[in-house]
C-alpha cells in the first residue's frame, strides 16, 4: 500500500551506461550498472506513475509494468527520449551517457600493427540539454556524476541547462554512486536542496520521487 502520489503522471527514465562503437567487437562504455535508474522506475510505478525506462545495456532484468526501450548508444538513446518525451510529465536523465563517441566507425576489426595508436572522439548529443531545452518541456531532472567540486558542479548544471532539479551524486566515495547498490544524493532545485543520506537505491529513488512529486504541485 503505497501512496499513489503519481498516480496519472506519466515518468520518462534513462538508466545505464551507453557503448560507442569502435569497431564491429570493440566499444566505449563506463561503469554504470543501470541499479539507480531502475529503482526510480521501480519506485516510480509503486507510486502509481505510467513508467517508460530507456535502458543502456544492463544485466538488470526488466521490470514487469515498466515500458522499457532498450539501446546501446547515446544516439539511439537521444532518439528513444525524443520519440517519448511529448507525453511525458517528468523526466529523470539517470543514464550515463558517454560524452563522446568514436569520430570513425571501422566496419572490419582494428588489426595491431603499432606500439601506439589513438581514437578520435567526437562529442554525442546532449540528451538532458535537448528535453530542457523544448517549449513544452517535462518537469526536467538531470543527475550530476562528479569526483571532486560536486557541489559546485551540479548547481551549475541546473543552471546551464536551465533544469528544475539535478541530483548531484560524489561518485568518488565507496559503496555510493556506480555499481553499487547504496547510493546518496543532495539534490538542489531553483530554490532548494535537501541531502538523501546514505541508504539502499531503492530508499533514495523513493525519496528523489517524493522531492519532485513536492515541487511538481
Ligand atoms: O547505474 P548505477 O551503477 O546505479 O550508477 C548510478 C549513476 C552513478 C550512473 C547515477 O546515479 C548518475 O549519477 N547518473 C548520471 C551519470 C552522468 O553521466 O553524469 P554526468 O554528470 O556526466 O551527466 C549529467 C547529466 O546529463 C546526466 O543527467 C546525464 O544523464 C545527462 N547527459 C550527459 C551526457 C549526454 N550526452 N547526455 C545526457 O543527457
Redesign the pocket.
Known sequence: QHPQILEGKHLLI???PTREAIDPVRYLTN???????YALAEQALALGADVTLVSGPVSIKALQGVNTITVES?EQMHQAVMENVDNADVFI???????YKPAELATQKIKKNNTTMAIELTR?????ADVAKRSNRPFTV?????TNDVAKYAKG?LANKKLDMIAA?D?SKPNQ????DD?ALTVYWPEGECALTHGH?QQIARQLLELIHQQLK
Do not use: Y
Request: hydrophobic content about 40%; overall charge positive; proline content about 3%.
Open positions: 534513462t538508466a545505464g561503469k554504470s550498472s543501470g541499479k539507480m535508474g547515446a536523465g539517470c543514464a550515463a551517457v558517454a560524452d554525442n548529443p546532449d540528451i538532458l538531470g543527475f550530476a556524476a562528479e548544471k551524486n561518485v554512486g556506480f555499481n553499487t547510493n537505491k
